[in-house]
């Protein structure tokens, strides 16, 4: 009788640990598709942004824009976003803590394709240093710069990432409007606006990561400077840039897209204005995605305007006529 319960027993917690191992395992793999899923969609918005970026660049070059061009700029985007979220750091544990759990290979390749379909898209039109300057001036701010005996390391330097972000993503652009243009004058124009803009938008993010990156000990603008300091600064900014590009308006540099100029000057007034850390943390829907929509979604909402207004006219003008 003794030799049966045994038996039970023993069966009973074999059972029972196969069991628990089970669900184990299949919470571990429910996490790692989840986070996996998470990362692999997290960039798409930026690099939809990113796409229309471009095709705003074109019309203030006054140059046809180009769908493959737009989407293979948009590729680019995604694969730099979603491989620098893969590989993760210090400060993505606390502000992004999804990313401990995704499974790499899969993310890394998803990232190559990604990079791969964009770069055989621009070099359709002749466009070949676009697609592997990000991934230069990526390389150069992580490992550093060697000058003689002397090892120069951006990474981790106050305002370096900032200035990183607007000279890739500026450059970029310009990049691939020098295809079409060669006046010096407009490229400098486009490279000025989305290298300060995407600057700017960049230390905003830095505003909401400031308890990770503070945990982390990587000391930020919003950091070293404070929030409500920094804030000034970029409205002074802010307003610096759009007065600029006005002038390049007046000067022919760039077309007469006054609406998106406007929109820009608005948007970028009053977020900075209103914003703070405390709006991602408030539970309404259009406060919790309130930074998105007003800093990914700029582009989207100022060429919808650019389209609304520019069919009321026609249809103004055909009526009156």
């Known amino acids: 009788m003794r030799y049966y319960n045994v038996n039970v027993t023993t069966s009973t917690g074999r059972l029972a640990r196969l069991w628990l191992q089970s669900i184990w ?31 705003i660049a074109f019309l203030f070059a006054g140059i046809q824009p180009g769908v493959p061009v737009c989407l293979a700029g948009g590729l680019i985007i995604y694969s730099t976003y979603t491989l620098d979220r893969a590989m993760g750091s210090r400060e993505d544990a606390i502000n992004r803590s999804e990313v401990a759990a995704i499974n790499k ?28 300057y990000p991934f230069i001036i990526g390389y150069l701010y992580s490992e550093g710069i060697t000058l003689g005996k002397h090892h120069l390391k951006l990474k981790g330097s106050a305002g370096v990432k900032n200035i990183v972000v607007g000279l890739t993503w500026g450059g970029t652009i310009a990049i691939v409007v020098s295809r079409w243009t060669g006046n010096i004058l407009t490229v400098f124009s486009v490279f000025l606006f989305y290298g300060i803009k995407l600057f700017m938008n960049s230390v905003l993010y830095d505003i ?13 603008l919003p950091i070293c400077v404070g929030e409500k300091r920094m804030k000034k600064i970029l409205l002074i900014l802010c307003v610096i840039l759009h007065l600029t590009m006005f002038l390049c308006l007046m000067l022919g540099a760039i077309m007469p897209e006054t609406i998106i100029l406007i ?22 829907v259009f406060k919790k995605y309130f930074r998105e929509i007003m800093i990914d979604g700029e582009s989207a909402v100022a060429l919808s305007l650019r389209s609304i207004i520019h069919f009321l006219s026609s249809a103004s003008v055909l009526y009156s006529n």
């Open 105 to 132: 290979p899969v993310v890394i390749a998803v990232c190559i394709l990604s990079f791969l379909t964009g770069a055989l898209l621009f070099a359709g039109e002749n466009i070949y240093f676009a697609s592997i």
């Open 263 to 284: 929109y820009s000057f608005l948007v970028g007034i009053t977020f900075i204005s209103v914003y703070s850390p405390a709006v991602d943390a408030e539970k309404s």
């Open 25 to 55: 395992r299949h919470y571990n793999v429910n996490a790692t598709l989840s986070s996996t899923g998470r990362v692999l969609s997290s960039s798409v918005i930026v690099a939809v942004s990113g796409s229309l970026r471009l095709y």
């Open 208 to 220: 909401k990561d400031v308890e990770g990156d503070r945990a982390a000990g990587i000391y930020t």
